[in-house]
């Protein structure tokens, strides 16, 4: 019996696919060639046991997806790590096995491209956060930081109250503010390159970029927003699709100065209303959800004390899930 690791192409067949969620199966399908050493690239590997007789054939026992991404090393500057998207395998005893493996083959393939190191996210509670730290225990490499909350919303009956309470409170906090929520339009390409050049100047937020390719993801016209003053650009809520029946609210952002003019929450009540409070209603085992689109994602980083306040204040109690995740980096250049 032999352990072999190879890489996988896109797309895969269905006996590696079936490792996948169905939302990972959907989206590397659609996924464009890219160049390997490319951000947002992403590389898959599969491991199978080969068996000694042809009888016997070949078991496919796991996959690991893992993503090319930009992140900040201790000198400031952006480096190229590969960020294990995730692990699976057929079955616990095989991951246990096998896992130690297979993140080893990964780790020396990033080290050999010359990139800056790995990185894993995972869950704080749950099997695969346990499986992870598993994982990485034997190697005091692997240095911890805080993660980003993933909050799921699509009890409207639970969600609804706190909307028309959010609503009410932007209405108090606007009073004479001079400020507008406009649709999303890229139509005016002159006006958003000048603005992604004037936040790349001065160390703002930088709206989605259709020129930067290392985004996996197009935002969604209908349901994303923008804050002007003046017919100035001042924020934005960018949104997009997760699947057919999930939106991400998710790039938010307002400039300095425009944080408590109730601008921010008013873009997040206006797409939230639009996408989830429109008759006909619709239910889901018995239960009220969301129409026309069935539930959102939020995504809040403790880092953003003012947004996680906001998220922990009044979201966590209305929502279906609330997940803490962490992030786990090995730098080479440290080792």
Not at 89 to 107: C, D, E, M, N, T
Not at 194 to 203: L, N, P, T, V, Y
Not at 316 to 333: A, H, I, R
Request: contains cysteine; hydrophobic residues 40%; glycine residues 6%.
């Amino acid at each position: 019996m032999n352990v072999f690791i190879e890489r996988l192409d896109l797309p895969l067949d269905d006996q590696w696919s079936k490792f996948l969620s169905p939302l990972q199966r959907s989206y590397l399908n659609q996924a464009p060639i890219a160049d390997p050493d490319q951000e947002a690239s992403f590389l898959i590997w599969g491991v199978q046991i080969c068996q000694e007789t042809a009888e016997s054939g070949d078991d496919k026992c796991g996959v690991l997806v893992g993503k090319l991404i930009k992140s900040l090393v201790d000198d400031g500057e952006l480096s190229l790590f590969l960020s294990v998207v995730s692990i699976v395998f057929a079955a616990p005893k095989v991951s246990s096995l096998l896992g130690p493996l297979l993140l080893q083959h990964v780790v020396e393939f990033a080290s050999d491209q010359g990139w800056a190191g790995v990185h894993i996210g995972c869950p704080q509670k749950g099997e695969y956060g346990d499986f992870v730290r598993h994982l990485i225990a034997s190697d005091g490499s692997w240095s911890k930081k805080p993660g980003k909350v993933v909050v799921r919303l699509s009890n409207i009956q639970r969600v609804r109250p706190l909307l028309t309470r959010l609503e009410k409170a932007v209405e108090r906090k606007k009073g004479s503010a001079q400020w507008e929520i406009e649709p999303y339009d890229l139509s005016d390409m002159k006006l958003w390159k000048d603005r992604i050049a004037f936040s790349k100047a001065h160390q703002l937020g930088v709206p989605w970029d259709p020129e930067d390719e290392s985004y996996d993801w197009d935002p969604s016209l209908l349901y994303s927003r923008v804050l002007k003053s003046k017919g100035e650009i001042i924020g934005w809520l960018l949104c997009h699709f997760l699947t057919e029946d999930t939106l991400r609210y998710g790039k938010l952002w307002v400039d300095p100065g425009w944080e408590d003019s109730g601008a921010p929450l008013a873009m997040l009540c206006d797409v939230m209303r639009s996408a989830h409070f429109q008759a006909p209603s619709a239910t889901k085992d018995d239960q009220a959800v969301g129409y026309p689109i069935r539930s959102g994602c939020l995504i809040s980083h403790p880092t953003n004390q003012n947004l996680h306040r906001l998220m922990t204040s009044k979201f966590k109690p209305v929502c279906d899930s609330w997940t803490e995740l962490e992030n786990y980096y090995l730098y080479f250049n440290q080792q």
